[in-house]
């Protein structure tokens, strides 16, 4: 069976939007309680290519996945999730979805080669993006896996930055936070933020100040990230803001604390969005956004945890709760 085309009488059970850890496991359940599910495995394009799979697509070594003693490849990782799915018969349409309209039912989907698709459900699982500074040698850096990344939680215990300094970039509670975590392992932690204050709540301003491993740079940019490929990050050459005079810093690793950006702009406003633009469930538990049909999992509606297991653990509750859905309103 393939995708609805305009005039035809095809209604999806479920279709799956994403292509990461969240849309993977939505589909395995989906599949295997006989939704016969389409995703629609987006990503982000380079040059004329299309690379789904999600943010794991971006990172070397994932050692915090259960059921991998030895650690595996992001991409490695995202295929095998890849495969489990069209195991169970997943129909993938390597497609972003570019509108949606959740006004009538069924629902219609729009992607980027204007087929449209209708749907008794939708999973919305499509991540959320990392800023970054759009330095062109900090692309370099995190591109080869070479000590610039966006998740101390996720790469910080890599043995590059046992004992070394680093920087972590920003001044709101991520910042802090990353920079907390970062002084288990790294010393010392430099906090470089623009501005002469932090944006961070105040107690978590007083754990980093108070921390003797956390010195901040105050009213610094980063101008540029230096090393090379055998060392990889050997330092930062910062900019102070107040005076225009630069410097460089020793540090083995940079990591990005500068917020994520949820993708949700082809939902075009219709689910409600918390202040960061993080989807709205309508409880903590399940997987519901306030429009009955359409459910969200993923760092699509999370700002706190953001890591593939809490990922794919919502992708597996947003295809439970598909299926109970349907079932409720007696469509088989
Ligand atoms: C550098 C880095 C390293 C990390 N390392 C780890 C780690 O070691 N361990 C860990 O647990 N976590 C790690 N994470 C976090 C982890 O990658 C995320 O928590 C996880 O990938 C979130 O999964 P997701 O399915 O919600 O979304 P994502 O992985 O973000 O996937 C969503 C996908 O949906 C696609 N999409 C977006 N819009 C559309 C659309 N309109 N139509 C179709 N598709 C669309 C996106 O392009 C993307 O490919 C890391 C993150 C980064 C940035």
């Known amino acids: ?71 595996i490849d992001g991409p490695e990782l995202m295929q095998a999730f890849r495969q489990q799915a069209e195991r169970f018969e997943t129909r993938i349409k390597t497609r972003n979805i570019i509108e949606c309209d959740f006004s009538k039912r069924p629902f219609v ?53 046992r004992n070394k300094p680093v920087a972590v970039i920003g001044g709101g509670d991520s910042a802090v936070e990353e920079a907390s975590f970062m002084t288990k392992f790294a010393k010392p932690v430099y906090i470089v933020h623009r501005r002469e204050e932090l944006r961070a709540s105040k107690i978590m301003q007083q754990r980093a100040l108070s921390n003797e491993h956390i010195q901040v740079l105050w009213n610094s940019t980063v101008e540029e990230v230096l090393g090379d490929d055998e060392k990889g990050v050997t330092g930062i050459r910062l900019k102070d803001t107040k005076s225009g ?53 993923g760092d699509v509606v999370d700002s706190v945890y953001r890591q593939a297991i809490t990922a794919a653990g919502m992708g597996c509750k947003a295809a439970i709760d598909a299926e109970r859905w349907l079932a409720e309103q007696g469509i088989e």
Request: glycine share 12%; proline share 5%; net charge negative.
């Open 109 to 161: 989907l729009k992607d980027d080669q204007a087929e449209e698709t209708r749907a008794h459900t939708v999973i919305v699982a499509t991540g959320a993006s990392a800023n970054w500074l759009g330095l062109e040698s900090e692309q370099h850096f995190r591109k080869a896996g070479l000590g610039v990344t966006a998740c101390a939680t996720c790469d910080g215990a890599f043995p590059r930055f």
């Open 1 to 71: 069976m393939t995708a609805s085309q305009p005039g035809d009488n095809t209604i999806e059970k479920t279709v799956i939007i994403g292509s990461g850890p969240a849309a993977w496991t939505a589909a395995v359940y989906a599949a295997r309680a006989n939704l016969n599910p389409l995703v629609f495995e987006g990503g982000i394009t380079s040059g004329s290519e299309m690379i789904p799979g999600g943010q794991l697509m971006f990172t070397t070594e994932v050692e915090n996945y259960p059921g991998f003693p030895q650690g």
């Open 245 to 297: 005079e630069s410097r460089v810093v020793e540090v083995a690793g940079v990591f990005l604390a500068i917020g994520h950006t949820p993708n949700t702009a082809f939902l075009g406003g219709q689910l409600d969005t918390d202040d960061k633009g993080y989807l709205k469930l309508t409880d903590n538990y399940r997987t519901f956004t306030k429009i009955p049909g359409v459910f969200a999992a």
